[in-house]
């Protein structure tokens, strides 16, 4: 069964760039036709869609977000990543990535990591 | 920007049946997907493409769709069902992926 860990700072510089990596497990990352999706929660509120990439590289993004939002696969390390540009306090969330399907786009959560934007 | 409207919360107790309900304008055209989440812990999906279940969920969580609404229904509650749901679905054109707002369900 396909599992995903979250792993990067927890605490990030308002003005500066947030970055993420999702580590997959339990199946190559360039192997099927998925989704590997970030999305987010601010403490005590709902879940924010980010972004995705598909398998084949294309991207989407929440157009909220996308002037500030890149996400990237590293095959080589069976890894994803967000980059999130210019953050400030708002940006403070829990952090998760996820794995997507035909069934729905997030059928696999990694457990989350909680990023603070703070001086 | 598109919108999904679910209630802030819903009680029912133990052995009742929840409804939770999720209402937007392009859910007619587009599947809906609902999400389980316990304090501390990430979402599970619960429902996928309005009526689906995933092996693993409980044969008590069915999906179903009328018109611009959706509804999450739990048949014999139990304390473990207590927990926030989430509907998610995307805007007609497929650009926009979204969230609703959250239900917290309560068990009395």
């Known amino acids: 069964q396909v599992q995903l860990q979250e792993s990067g700072p927890g605490l990030v510089k308002p003005s500066q760039t947030l970055s993420l990596t999702c580590t997959v497990s339990g199946g190559s990352i360039s192997s099927g036709h998925f989704y590997w999706s970030w999305i987010r929660q601010p403490p005590g509120k709902g879940l924010e869609w980010i972004g995705y990439?598909?398998?084949?590289?294309?991207?989407y993004y929440n157009p909220s977000l996308k002037s500030r939002v890149t996400i990237s696969v590293d095959t080589s390390k069976n890894q994803f990543s967000l980059r999130l540009s210019s953050v400030t306090a708002a940006d403070t969330a829990v952090y998760y990535c996820?794995?997507?399907?035909?069934?729905?786009?997030?059928?696999?959560w990694g457990q989350g990591t909680l990023v603070t934007v703070s001086s | 920007s598109y919108e999904l409207t679910q209630p802030p919360s819903v009680s029912v107790s133990p052995g009742q049946t929840a409804r939770i309900t999720c209402s937007a304008d392009?859910?007619?055209?587009?599947?809906a997907y609902w999400f389980q989440q316990k304090p501390g812990q990430a979402p599970v999906l619960v429902i996928y493409?309005?009526?689906e279940r995933p092996s693993g969920i409980p044969e008590r969580f069915s999906g179903s769709s009328s018109g611009t609404t959706v509804t999450l229904t739990i048949s014999g509650v139990q304390a473990e069902d207590e927990a926030d749901y989430y509907c998610?679905?995307?805007?007609?054109?497929?650009?926009?992926?979204?969230f609703g707002g959250g239900t917290k369900l309560t068990v009395l």
């Open positions: 392009a859910l007619p055209k587009q599947y």
């Open positions: 990439i598909y398998y084949s590289g294309s991207t």
């Open positions: 493409k309005d009526s």
């Open positions: 996820a794995r997507g399907s035909s069934s729905s786009l997030f059928d696999y």
């Open positions: 998610q679905s995307a805007d007609s054109s497929d650009s926009y992926v979204v």
